[in-house]
């Protein structure tokens, strides 16, 4: 996924926000994310966005 935004959250210090669209065909459930800075993985903890077909 590529993000269309990606930035400081408008009105919440301190918070990054970054918004994605989700291709077609991904199978129902929670979908792993990985988040990539210069290339490399950043360091978090389990990040997952649910899925509904």
């Given at each position: 996924?590529?993000?269309v935004y990606?930035?400081?959250s408008p009105g919440?210090?301190?918070v990054d926000q970054f918004?994605?669209?989700v291709p077609q065909g991904l199978p129902a459930?929670?979908?792993s994310l990985t988040v990539m800075q210069n290339g490399q993985p950043i360091?978090?903890?389990a990040l997952y966005i649910p899925v509904a077909q």
């Open positions: 996924m590529t993000p990606q930035g400081l919440l210090t301190g918004n994605v669209t459930g929670d979908v360091a978090q903890t």
